[in-house]
């Protein structure tokens, strides 16, 4: 027969649980509670700050709420999103939509204030196509493409965009892509806006096409795609299929 270990005489295991919440309290539960915290003060009519998702390529834009929505652009760290819709939750997640074109979820997003000391770009007005010819829409087989969006600095300090346009992708093959680009600069104050208005040289071909817009700041490449740019309606002329 085994002998029972017993523990000792006055042994408490309330005070033993009480000391193991001491310890976990000491070497660092208060930061993940921190974090939740600035989660759950996320509020929706309130900005939000990107943190945490560069290692995984950015925080994913999402046409809904839910792991199997598509995906329609990337955000990076630093980047302030205005909340305009959620919270919902969906696949393990709690999601928030933003005026970055989607839903993202609320893991890689904090609570932050919309008047931000750095510069922040951001989406000022929907993707405008129009075939050129016009021919009316959708646009024809062997039609080129006018394209027009307004960017914007909401941030507090300048901010120096690289480069914008729009970027075609067709038939939904993330290699079939091509992009019409502004081809410059420009310094943005804050407050200030710049509209993209360019003619593209490329015919269309045969199939279905989706538009994004594309920015690059510090080296980064951002973009916006699928959802209008205000997320009001879902693809609208930013998606559609050439006629013969």
């Known amino acids: 027969m085994r002998a029972k270990l017993l523990p000792p005489a006055g042994f408490s295991y309330i005070f033993l649980v ?9 070497v660092g539960l208060s930061i993940p509670q921190r974090a939740l915290a600035s989660r759950l003060a996320i509020n929706a009519g309130g900005c939000a700050e990107v943190y945490g998702s560069n290692s995984a390529g950015g925080l994913k834009v ?3 709420a839910g792991t199997n929505c ?4 990337s955000i990076y760290d630093g ?5 305009t819709g959620g919270p919902t939750n969906a696949s393990g997640y709690t999601w928030w939509q933003h005026d970055h074109g989607g839903w993202s979820a609320a893991n890689w997003l904090r609570d932050a204030s ?4 750095g510069g922040n770009i951001y989406v000022a007005s929907d993707i405008e196509l ?3 010819p016009n021919h009316g829409w959708p646009p024809v087989e062997g039609d080129k493409l006018i394209g027009r969006f307004t960017l914007g600095n909401n ?17 939904n093959d993330p290699n079939d892509y091509w992009d019409f680009l502004a081809g410059y600069g ?7 806006t710049v509209r993209f208005d360019q003619n593209n040289e490329r015919q269309l071909s045969q199939g279905h096409y989706r538009a994004e817009i594309i920015w690059q700041v510090g080296g980064n490449w951002h973009r916006i795609g699928l959802y209008n740019t205000l997320g009001r309606t879902l693809c609208g002329r930013a998606c559609f299929s050439t006629r013969a």
């Open 155 to 171: 941030g507090g300090q300048n901010v120096r965009v690289d480069n914008f346009g729009i970027r075609m992708r067709r038939n």
């Open 18 to 26: 009480v000391c193991i919440l001491f310890i976990l309290s000491i």
């Open 62 to 64: 999402r046409s809904c």
């Open 130 to 132: 129009q075939p050129d």
């Open 79 to 83: 980047t302030i999103v205005r909340i």
């Open 186 to 192: 420009v310094d943005l104050s804050p407050g200030q």
């Open 114 to 117: 919309c008047s931000q000391p």
């Open 70 to 73: 598509s995906q329609v652009g």
